[in-house]
């Protein structure tokens, strides 16, 4: 089993461009960390954090993510088995629809 410094430290330092890498508390940032390797994490970064956290645990966090990219949104729906209905970013995204749909 990995502890907090060994799973950050295999991740790569541009997810995480906007922060000192070496604050991050891998139990404390757990959100963070998800939405970071989710929106821009490479798949071995992804089975990494599933390795981490559990596949049940990451699905949990990424339904109380605010934002989330559409296709991002449809692979946790996919990947997770969760309705979309389920994710925060999808119930906020249709209480606040955007003028131009893309």
Do not use: M
């Given at each position: 089993m990995?502890?907090?410094?060994?799973?950050?430290?295999?991740?790569?330092?541009?997810?995480?461009?906007?922060?000192?890498?070496?604050t991050l508390d891998a139990q404390k940032h757990a959100s963070?960390?998800?939405?970071?390797?989710?929106?821009?994490?490479?798949?071995?970064?992804f089975k990494l954090t599933l390795a981490f956290y559990?596949?049940?645990?990451?699905g949990e966090i990424a339904t109380k993510l605010r934002y989330m990219d559409k296709i991002v949104l449809a692979f946790c729906v996919t990947?997770?088995?969760?309705?979309?209905?389920?994710?925060?970013?999808y119930t906020e995204r249709q209480l606040h629809p955007t003028?131009?749909?893309?």
């Open positions: 990995l502890d907090s410094k060994d799973f950050i430290s295999q991740l790569s330092p541009t997810l995480f461009w906007d922060v000192d890498i070496s963070y960390i998800v939405e970071r390797v989710l929106s821009r994490g490479r798949w071995e970064e559990s596949a049940k645990k990451v990947y997770f088995d969760i309705p979309k209905e389920n994710f925060r970013c003028h131009w749909d893309y």
